[in-house]
């Protein structure tokens, strides 16, 4: 028997979109909604315990009704716009902790974790979840990243290098596989004084946004093609 919260789960949805473009006042809504879907999830799983282990798998159970996986990432966006970090703080932990991750597809979530809790503040524990982090996923580019930030908040300038260079041992080649680190080492090199190495990449990032912007408007992009249903990150 399906949980008759869903219901309301739908309009306090329908009412945070409205509030996004101005039409409803109270945006109290997008903190109430995630409330009342991790309070849903518990109850489903208080009668199956395999309820929607993975966040990916929470449409599916719900026939796609809801589009849950898009309206977080719109609330998670809203709350980080709106710089109520201590409520996106616990929303990402929240969402870390209920649900199973396969390798990687929590890095999003990782990654505005550090960077809320540097804002507010907690910039030695944001360190050290980084380093956790490429404890366990020492490949993944967008841990690296995280890391990269949250030592220059520390000021542990020799762990963001290794970071850097580990990732990008070729300063004169961005591409999409690793811009992200391209900006992360810019900032590095601005906060540390090095402006050689900053002008290298930003010549780098420069030459790689050059080439995007020709390639999306040369005749030959096709826009179908290109959007596979997944945002960047």
């Avoid at 930030?149 to 963001?160: G, T």
Wanted: proline share 3%; glycine share 4%.
């Amino acid at each position: 028997m399906k949980n008759k919260k869903w219901n309301k789960f739908g309009k306090l949805t329908e009412k945070c979109y409205l509030n996004m473009i101005g039409a409803e006042k109270d945006g109290s809504c997008w903190e109430q909604a995630f409330e009342l879907l991790m309070e849903i999830i518990r109850e489903e799983r208080e009668q199956n315990p395999n309820y929607a282990p993975e966040l990916e798998l929470l449409d599916d159970a719900t026939d796609y009704a809801y589009d849950i996986q898009g309206w977080l990432e719109d609330c998670l966006d809203e709350i980080d716009m709106r710089e109520n970090y201590k409520a996106l703080l616990n929303m990402c932990n929240s969402l870390l902790d209920m649900f199973g991750w396969p390798e990687y597809t929590d890095s999003d979530i990782k990654f505005r974790k550090a960077a809320v809790m540097a804002r507010l503040g907690q910039k030695k524990e944001a360190a050290e979840f980084c380093k956790k982090w490429l404890h366990k996923e020492p490949e993944n580019l967008i841990a690296a990243c995280a890391g990269v930030y949250a030592f220059i908040e520390v000021k542990a300038f020799e762990e963001a290098d290794k970071l850097v260079e580990q990732f990008i041992p070729d300063k004169t080649q961005c591409s999409e596989e690793n811009d992200m680190m391209f900006v992360a080492a810019s900032i590095l090199y601005q906060v540390t004084g090095r402006k050689k190495e900053k002008k290298i990449v930003e010549k780098a990032l420069k030459t790689y946004e050059e080439y995007l912007e020709e390639y999306f408007e040369s005749p030959e992009f096709d826009d179908e093609e290109y959007w596979d249903g997944e945002l960047p990150f």
